[in-house]
């Protein structure tokens, strides 16, 4: 299958070509949050506080490794299920937010959202998280250390293997997928 | 360990034993293992269905995942982020003897153990509603049979999230029968879609008590990948809702395909006149088991 390339921060016109089933390889920075790290970041948001980091053009990567073995830069690093930060990401999207990627459906209000601030959601292959992991070529905490495995990291990937699972246009291949294939 | 005693009559009477620090050690190799390495029946189960799945990202899917399951044994580092619940099957002979500590103690502290050493996730929060996590991925699920015999039988069978809540148990009408049952069993499979991260494994329990039949889905998920039932209209089930469930479309992380599940397990107990529970426990493709006897 034809792989796109593409570097972080995202383009907007390079989001806006992007369409549901397309595999795209990521390179660049990636922050990772998941549920705690979300709340967090709303309650800074709330207070008018700036972020750990600048939402424009970024992709958050909702994950929790495994801790780091000795000499290695990241433990298995799978993405975790979406659906724990729907709540969140609205807004985050609002804000200039142009990336995600986890795994499982996102609900209408998300989906929506991604079309209104021409974003996307990605997927990475669930539980592929040793192969997933020799992409990440470097780690740091970012903000939260006490959060442990949820503290937001920055991530630098090179070739970072997603699928396009909702696009610009509001497609969701989830949906499309399943029609393609159900034969109940 | 065996030691000897009299009994009444002045026979001989031999006692194995069995020190508890020796059951720590093999939980925490065995919690190791489990999420190091993929069971064989898994990886076939991945060639085989690598043949037939028709979608091409279903395809590309099931490669990573092969490649992923090598990258995991190699490096020993666990094949998902998520090391789950230490989930774990005690079978306890009725005539051993357990020294230098209690036997569930024992257990926690291989749990501890493994997770540190096997740099495994801490997953556990120690209140369901107040959730602070515990730091050692401890208290273990621990299930415990006595069995005949002096041997200890420990499966550690770390179970994920994502799979683990997409799980769902209903008390059917005995009326509703097999179509009740087999109604059921799709209905979860499809509001499950990608997020139990497919292609899955299924156990499905049905009978017993609303808690027995929970225990008999999960114990479904503890056998040899594809190895039918024992009773044949119960393996004939399990045919019919493997091609069932894989007609569902839902294929290789939910993205479409023919490759939803790997195999359908399931298991039956008696129960009550008026009663028909079903639970359906579903597994991701890291359905991770090890065992050990001591
Ligand atoms: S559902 Fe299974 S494979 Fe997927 S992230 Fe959870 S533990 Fe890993």
Redesign the pocket.
């Known amino acids: 299958m034809p792989q796109i390339k593409l570097s972080t921060p995202l383009a907007d016109e390079n989001v806006e070509n992007l369409r549901i089933g397309q595999k795209v390889l990521l390179n660049g920075i990636l922050y990772t949050a998941r549920d705690a790290a979300h709340k967090k970041m709303m309650e800074l948001l709330d207070r008018g506080e700036p972020l750990p980091f600048d939402l424009r053009g970024n992709v958050i990567y909702y994950v929790g490794p495994s801790p780091t073995k000795p000499g290695m830069v990241i433990g298995s690093a ?4 979406a659906g724990r930060m729907d709540a969140y990401t609205p807004r985050l999207l609002s804000l200039g937010l142009k990336g995600m990627i986890g ?1 499982g459906k996102r609900t209408p209000e998300v989906i929506k959202a991604i079309k209104q601030n021409k974003s996307v959601y990605f997927t990475a292959v ?2 592929a ?1 040793a192969l997933i992991s020799q992409s990440i070529k470097k780690c740091r905490v970012l903000a939260y250390p006490e959060l442990g495995p949820e503290a937001i990291h920055e991530l630098y990937v090179e070739d970072f293997p997603v699928i396009v699972v909702n696009d610009s246009l509001g497609g969701d291949l989830y949906d499309e997928g399943i029609k393609i294939y159900s034969t109940i | 360990m065996q030691h000897f005693f009299y009994n009444c009559m002045g026979e001989v009477l031999s006692i194995k034993t069995i020190a508890a620090g020796a059951i720590t050690e093999t939980v925490a190799r065995l919690c190791m293992e489990a999420n190091f390495f993929l069971g064989q029946d898994i990886t076939d189960a991945f060639n085989k269905t690598l043949g037939e799945e028709t979608s091409l990202t279903g395809k590309e899917i099931l490669k990573q995942l092969i490649q992923n399951a090598q990258i995991a044994a190699e490096n020993k580092v666990p ?6 619940v230490a989930v774990i099957f005690l079978e306890l002979g009725q005539d051993l003897q357990i020294a230098g500590g209690g036997l569930y103690d024992a257990v926690n502290e291989g749990v501890r153990k493994g997770y540190a050493e096997g740099y495994l996730r801490k997953s556990v929060v120690d209140h369901p509603l107040l959730r602070k996590n515990t730091g050692d991925n401890t208290p273990a699920v621990i299930h415990t049979k006595i069995v005949p015999g002096e041997n200890l039988k420990i499966t550690v069978a770390p ?6 809540n997409m799980s769902a148990i209903k008390m059917l009408k005995p009326s509703e029968g097999i179509e009740g049952v087999k109604k059921f069993v799709l209905e979860t499979v499809k509001a499950a879609g990608p ?3 497919p292609p899955i494994v299924v156990g499905v329990g049905i009978g017993g008590t609303f808690e027995k039949c929970a225990l008999l889905a999960k114990e479904a998920l503890l056998r040899k990948l594809g190895g039918p039932s024992p009773i044949p209209d119960i393996a004939e089930l399990e045919k019919e809702l493997m091609n069932a469930v894989n007609k569902l479309g839902i294929g290789p992380q939910g993205l479409g395909g023919r490759t939803t599940a790997l195999a359908v397990h399931v298991e039956i107990y008696p129960c009550h006149i008026a009663s028909l529970p079903v639970a359906v426990n579903i ?4 359905t991770r088991h090890k065992e050990a006897v001591l």
């Open positions: 799978g993405p975790t299920t795994k669930g539980g998280a | 094949m998902c982020q998520d090391t789950g179970k994920g999230g994502g799979s683990e997020n139990p991260c597994n991701c493709h890291s």
